[in-house]
T-cell receptor, first 110, second 114 residues
């Protein structure tokens, strides 16, 4: 079992819709969770971090964490074509370096 | 501030050749990382350095060596390149504060081994 799992997609949503990206992780003691966005041919950049159960909102982005289910998600409201990218989930456990999922490719159709 | 810089941006090697990928950061970060990214595989950690003078293996260290030259610089060396090392290589740096661990990535090096 991979430590961090994501559906590779592509996830296709129409412009203005809500995009929902999901991630599961295997280590119950993981403490820190991150979402990175990566445009094609570019390097990843951090868009959200979450450390406690519940929701965390930042503009059009909401990260959701459920440690009991070992599940973290990212919602993008009012999706725009500029949101089309690969979204990488990353998990940190203790003092170890981050473990990344393989990413979900999002396509927002105009 | 330049952030994280990497050289070269592109490189083509023949099997068996060696090369060093250079990485530098000007954000005074303690931790630095080398990843490789292959299609459908996400980012896989090769080596990391939690602080100057220390290095640790990541998920895929075989065939690579690293040097943390000083706080700013972290290099990755391929001693005898193999076609399986064809990939995009990213260097990153971060400063860990409690649970927070924001990594900043360089632009990447596209390496092809023939």
């Amino acid at each position: 079992q991979k430590e961090v799992e994501q559906n590779s997609g592509p996830l296709s949503v129409p412009e203005g819709a809500i995009a929902s990206l999901n991630c599961t992780y295997s280590d119950r003691v993981s403490q820190s969770f991150f979402w990175y966005r990566q445009y094609s041919g570019k390097s990843p950049e951090l868009i959200m971090s979450i450390y406690s159960n519940g929701d965390k909102e930042d503009g059009r982005f909401t990260a959701q964490l459920n440690k009991a289910s070992q599940y973290v998600s990212l919602l993008i409201r009012d999706s725009q074509p500029s949101d089309s990218a690969t979204y990488l989930c990353a998990v940190r456990t203790g003092r170890r370096a981050l473990t990344f999922g393989s990413g979900t490719r999002l396509q927002v159709q105009p | 501030n330049a952030g994280v810089t990497q050289t070269p941006k592109f490189q083509v090697l023949k099997t068996g050749q060696s090369m060093t990928l250079q990485c530098a950061q000007d954000m005074n970060h303690n931790s630095m990382y080398w990843y490789r990214q292959d299609p459908g595989m996400g980012l896989r950690l090769i080596y990391y350095s939690a602080s100057e003078g220390t290095t640790d293996k990541g998920e895929v260290p075989n065939g690579y060596n690293v040097s943390r030259l000083n706080k700013r610089e972290f290099s990755l060396r391929l001693e005898s390149a193999a076609p399986s090392q064809t990939s995009v290589y990213f260097c990153a740096s971060s400063i860990t504060q409690g649970l927070s661990d924001t990594q900043y990535f360089g632009p990447g090096t596209r390496l092809t081994v023939l």
